[in-house]
């Protein structure tokens, strides 16, 4: 287990050691000059090069690089340009509303999907399967912006059980996070219908109907605990899937997170924002993978970490 | 030229010289105001910073003027000049030396007094390489500038405390646009030792002479402003409060609105529902409509061809039907048929521009040597509506044989490739249009028209350079004489003619603003639309439901 660990945490620096690296080039690479940005419309051009120069961009990329990786190691993430405070600051105020996010959008998922995919495999082949089908394809394909402001309008404007946007209350975090949970509760219900359906078709199930055991008590002590297996697994890597809706619900919302700063900053080619929320989305990523492989041998014992 | 004493002369000269009547500055408080009250306003995007020498978006513009203040500033809602921090103003008869005396007692947030040294060092820190201002380069005129610029020396040399209530200002080439130089954000007071106390965090910990202070920051969800109960402007500000919500997005505002849970949307009506609003009384009747310094265009690269013939360049002046742009825009704009916007001082009324004439454009393309038109590009910006735009002068330009095929990339993109010289052949300005620094006809030439402009990474995307207009430009702004501002303005109507005449643009319109408000709020209308506290005059509005 220990060397298990200590290898994936080597890998999880060398991805990280990637991702900055990529990232770091890519936006070296855009046609967009963040220094024009800093200095807006009316700068003279030697204000523009004073401002490069203090900034450093005027140093070839590997010196760059090599400053933000020196930087970084000892864990600062830089000032924004635009914003010129700390990027950790800004980050670290930002990260408990996106992380309360993901936790309303994981209960609404799983509350929505497992339920969904339950009753349609128990109801295989009939019109409420076909329904719920449906449905969860629907959740799957509506772009988050639609869903988001569909909910806003029924729930906020006409009906108005929720606030409309906004951030405090537990009431303003149930659209969002419905929002977000409805992508992954299609996943989810279709995959909870297939493996439920699996299981259901196993010799043991067979075996217990034919003991005479009540319908509930096979579905809910037998059959699901061996379902919900898989789909469980599925929740670490879920969080790179967030990391990605989260730019798009919260901007809808008006929601104080991660997703919405990195918005922001890219439209102004904030370069130090939007590496440090990269580079937080993406080990945030390895981490809810690497979650979900050490879980995943204590729910299935046939899984060996090796 | 004689010298002339300032305060209510030059007020008033220079109030003749914008074309208003004059008025004091004590005399501005709407005698209907009502004292107190709490507002909630929203904006979109989170404030950057709210530090005078960095912050220049369209959130943190009047929240800086709110905060802080300047030697000079504007009659609220008008473009109309007046001293601020500046009691009175000497100009020297050369032009080259401007004397400021100050105002007595006012002091900053945290207790301390305001005094010429805190001038000088405020104007010393903008300028200064290492603040990264992007506004450095409106003090260019001041002797020193250049050596400070170049951080070969810490201190303008031609800003000089005389006493404490006394500070002069020397420059190297008589500036007729100083005394807006003085209003801009760039140049409000700040106090040394709150900025050396906070250092980069300065712009999150602002500390100002200004009818409100900061109460409190939460990043990304809210600024709230206090009323400075030791205000200067006696009677000032009306609001006790002002809560400032971001992350919201237009429509979401829109919605909180219209439920009655916020008061000011400022980020304006989205164009999804503007008809909607506009055809409802009862909210059209809370949306003021004002002019704004801002100009949209089409650049043509002069340097490229066709380009590079002026008649192409007229031909597709003629080519554009603006009327009809305007209607994909929901009518929120006046046609431009030259670069100054109608509410700038020097905007020619008499000129006629180039008419929309299908036939003469081709006539003009076919004597140009291009009878069967050409392929060209067109740059845009990607957010709604600028495409729809850049799509009708697309059709516009077809119909007289030129084919331009859409660019349509992020603002930043577009902005490299209008500063690149082989970058893009035509630019449609559409999010990124002009909207004057200050009220003033040259603050549309330097940057956008004139050579200086015209380099790479600059924002003059036609690359027009005419040595010959430099000169004239130069010479109309060494005019400082406020009793001469009738012959300045003549002179940059002629400069904006002869532009013209090259055609380095297609001028399609002029954009108009649209504030919403809730029912509580008062104040005259054009503290909504206030053309330089923009988008609208925080320390003048009120609320009418206060006792």
Not at chain 1, 86 to 108: D, H, K, N, Q
Not at chain 1, 193 to 211: E, F, G, H, N, P
Not at chain 2, 141 to 161: E, H, N
Request: aromatic share 10%.
């Amino acid at each position: 287990m220990i060397t298990y660990l200590g290898r994936r945490l080597i890998q999880t620096l060398l991805i990280l050691l990637g991702v900055s690296l990529i990232t770091f080039a890519l936006l070296y690479l855009l046609p967009a000059d963040p220094v024009r940005q800093i200095a807006g419309r009316s700068a003279t051009p030697q204000t523009v090069e004073n401002i490069r120069q203090q900034l450093g961009l005027d140093q070839p990329f590997v010196v760059q690089y090599w400053h933000y990786l020196t930087r970084l190691i000892s864990g600062d993430l830089g000032r924004s340009y635009i914003q010129r405070s700390e990027v950790t600051e800004l980050i670290v105020s930002r990260l408990p509303a996106s992380l309360l996010l993901m936790v309303g959008a994981i209960l609404c998922e799983l509350l929505i999907g497992l339920s969904m995919g339950l009753i349609a495999a128990v109801k295989r082949g009939t019109a409420t399967d076909q329904t719920l089908m449906v449905a969860s394809f629907v959740g799957v394909s509506a772009p988050q912006f639609v869903v988001g402001l569909l909910l806003l309008y029924v729930f906020a404007v006409r009906l108005s059980w929720f606030p409309i946007g906004g951030y405090g209350t537990w009431r303003h975090l149930v659209l969002p996070s419905l929002t977000m949970g409805i992508l992954g509760a299609g996943w989810y219900a279709r995959m909870m219908r297939s493996s439920m359906i699996d299981v259901l078709r196993q010799d043991y199930v067979r075996t217990a109907r034919a003991k005479g055991l009540a319908r509930g008590a096979i579905i809910f002590r037998h059959a699901l605990p061996n379902a919900i297996l898989p789909v469980i697994a599925m929740i670490g890597i879920d969080i790179g899937i967030f990391m990605g809706g989260i730019v798009v619900v919260e901007s809808v919302f008006g929601w104080p997170g991660i997703g919405q700063l990195a918005w922001q900053a890219i439209q102004r080619v904030d370069i130090p924002i939007i590496m440090g929320v990269t580079l937080v989305s993406a080990f945030a990523i390895v981490l809810g993978n690497l979650l979900a492989d050490i879980i995943a041998p204590f729910i299935d014992p046939r899984i060996k970490l090796r | 030229m004689k010298k002339f004493l300032a305060s209510t002369v030059a007020a008033s000269a220079l109030a003749l010289m914008l074309g208003m009547t004059s008025a004091r500055a004590e005399d501005t408080v709407d005698p209907n105001a009502k004292q107190g009250g709490e507002i909630i306003a929203t904006y979109k995007d989170d404030v950057t910073t709210l530090d005078p020498a960095i912050g220049y978006d369209w959130q943190n513009w009047s929240m800086i003027k709110s905060l802080f203040d300047g030697l000079m500033d504007y009659e609220p809602g008008t473009t109309k000049l007046k001293p601020d921090l500046a009691e009175s103003y000497e100009i020297s008869p050369d032009g080259k030396t401007f004397t400021f005396r100050l105002r007595h007692g006012v002091k900053f947030h945290n207790g301390r007094e305001m005094t010429a040294d805190d001038v000088k060092y405020s104007l010393d820190r903008v300028t200064n390489p290492k603040t990264q201002s992007p506004g450095a380069g409106f003090f260019g005129s001041i002797k020193g500038y250049d050596d400070v610029a170049a951080g070969k020396a810490d201190s303008l040399a031609g800003v000089t405390v005389v006493d404490p209530y006394t500070v002069k200002f020397e420059l190297s080439r008589p500036d007729a646009t100083f005394l807006h130089v003085m209003a801009i954000n760039f140049s409000h007071v700040v106090p040394k030792e709150e900025v050396e106390k906070y250092g980069a965090d300065f712009g999150k910990h602002p500390v100002g002479t200004g009818a409100f202070k900061l109460a409190e920051w939460t990043l990304g969800q809210r600024i709230v402003f206090e009323r400075n109960p030791d205000y200067w402007h006696k009677g000032l500000p009306h609001l006790d409060k002002i809560t400032f919500e971001v992350g919201q997005e237009p429509i979401v505002a829109l919605l909180r609105l219209q439920k009655g849970e916020i008061d000011l949307p400022l980020d304006g009506i989205p164009p999804a529902k503007f008809q909607e609003v506009m055809s409802d009384p009862e909210q059209k009747a809370r949306v003021v409509e004002g002019g704004q310094l801002h100009t949209g265009y089409i650049t043509m690269n002069t340097t490229m061809a066709p380009f590079d013939n002026v008649k192409v360049r007229q031909a597709v002046n003629m080519a554009i039907n603006k009327a009809r742009i305007i209607q994909i825009i929901n009518g929120r704009a006046v046609p431009a048929n030259q670069p100054l916007p109608p509410s700038m001082p020097a905007y020619d009324k008499q000129y006629k521009g180039y008419p929309y004439d299908v036939a003469k454009a081709k006539a003009l393309l076919a004597e140009a040597g291009h009878p069967d038109g050409f392929d060209t590009q067109l740059f845009a910006m990607n957010t709604d509506p600028n495409p729809r735009i850049a799509q009708a002068i697309q059709q516009d330009l077809a119909a007289i044989g030129i084919k331009a095929s859409i660019q349509a990339l992020a603002q930043a993109n577009v902005i490299a490739a209008g500063g690149d010289k082989a970058g893009a052949p035509m630019i449609w300005s559409g999010g990124m249009g002009w909207i004057a620094d200050f009220p003033d006809p040259s603050n549309f030439y330097g940057p956008i028209l004139g050579c200086a402009g015209a380099v790479p990474g600059g924002w003059n995307w036609s690359w027009y350079c005419n040595k010959d207009l430099d000169a004239k430009a130069a010479e109309a702004d060494s005019i400082v004489d406020p009793a001469k501002s009738d012959e300045r303005y003549k002179m940059w109507s002629d400069i904006y003619a002869k532009i013209m005449a090259d055609a380095p643009w297609a001028p399609v319109f002029n954009e108009q603003r649209f504030t919403m408000k809730s029912a509580r709020m008062g104040g005259a209308d054009n503290l909504y639309v206030d053309p330089v506290h923009v988008p609208i005059n925080y320390d003048n509005v009120y609320v009418k439901d206060v006792q």
